[in-house]
């Protein structure tokens, strides 16, 4: 499958996700979940093809996890609506994948089959694929912190649940994406863990999330202020920043220019 065609998948998934969106706004439940589960089906197919055109997965470019993610957005919405109902989930998520599809299509990297020695273990793919799915549920868990601070609705307690049950989650494939990851480089380098700057804002935001969690542990044994509750909010939104930072953030920093052993190369 040639990339060019990325385009004809994009518009028919984006056009798909965004019928159910428009149905879950007007509570036509089956379509929801038929339109959505379609641009899903439309859209993976295309990464299949990637796959087998390059005969390797699409994890080695920022533009090829972007496709993941992209992915990986509707599906996280279409499962927090299914739980819990929310019209907006599917909203947003189309519109942020729709977002990750155009930087793809105005910015596209180099997609070939060259695939560096690091990157041809067996738990590279399992390792990238759960961060994204991780990504995608932390993504809307994050969302759901910026509704919870700009909404005027005096109890908001539910909510607070239903982020908790979405970082839990995220946090729990974080935990596994980390393990591969370690598996990986002991494979690919020797050891499982070598405090390079992806390893280190890797820990960072594990760490960051682990704070959450605890800290909202602590919370439910006593009475949740409105002023804590807030806290809570800004924590998970500063949580998301650190786990921008460790996404791509880091490729912009002196530290990791030539030094990390992240930084892939055709000699590695």
């Avoid at 385009?7 to 379509?31: C, E, P, Q, R």
């Avoid at 695939?115 to 549920?137: D, E, N, R």
């Avoid at 439910?220 to 202020?225: F, H, I």
Wanted: charged fraction near 10%; charge should be positive; proline fraction near 4%.
């Amino acid at each position: 499958m040639d990339w060019s065609y990325f385009i004809y998948f994009a518009i028919a998934s984006v056009l798909l996700w965004s019928m159910g969106a428009w149905a879950a706004w007007k509570d036509k439940t089956g379509m929801v979940y038929t339109t959505t589960v379609i641009g899903l089906l439309v859209f993976f197919s295309f990464i299949l093809s990637m796959w087998i055109s390059l005969e390797r997965p699409p994890l080695r470019t920022m533009g090829e996890t972007r496709l993941w993610y992209s992915f990986f957005l509707p599906l996280a919405g279409l499962v927090v609506y299914s739980r819990w109902r929310y019209k907006w989930i599917l909203s947003f998520s189309a519109i942020l994948s729709l977002v990750f599809i155009c930087v793809n299509l105005f910015k596209p990297e180099i997609h070939d089959k060259t695939l560096m020695p690091a990157l041809q273990s067996p738990w590279f793919a399992p390792h990238v694929i759960v961060y994204m799915f991780s990504y995608a549920v932390l993504g809307a868990a994050t969302v759901m912190a910026v509704y919870g601070l700009v909404s005027k609705k005096p109890q908001l307690s539910t909510l607070y649940s239903q982020i908790d049950n979405l970082v839990y989650v995220g946090l729990a494939f974080l935990s596994i994406g980390m393990l591969f990851g370690a598996l990986w480089a002991k494979e690919a380098w020797g050891h499982y863990w070598l405090w390079d700057p992806k390893e280190t804002w890797a820990a960072i935001t594990w760490l960051a999330y682990l704070i959450y969690v605890h800290y909202r542990q602590m919370q439910t044994a006593k009475s949740q202020e409105p002023s804590a509750n807030r806290l809570v909010l800004w924590m998970l939104i500063s949580s998301f920043v650190l786990l921008q930072m460790c996404w791509w953030g880091i490729n912009y920093l002196p530290s990791a220019q030539g030094s990390s052993v992240h930084t892939y190369s055709i000699s590695e």
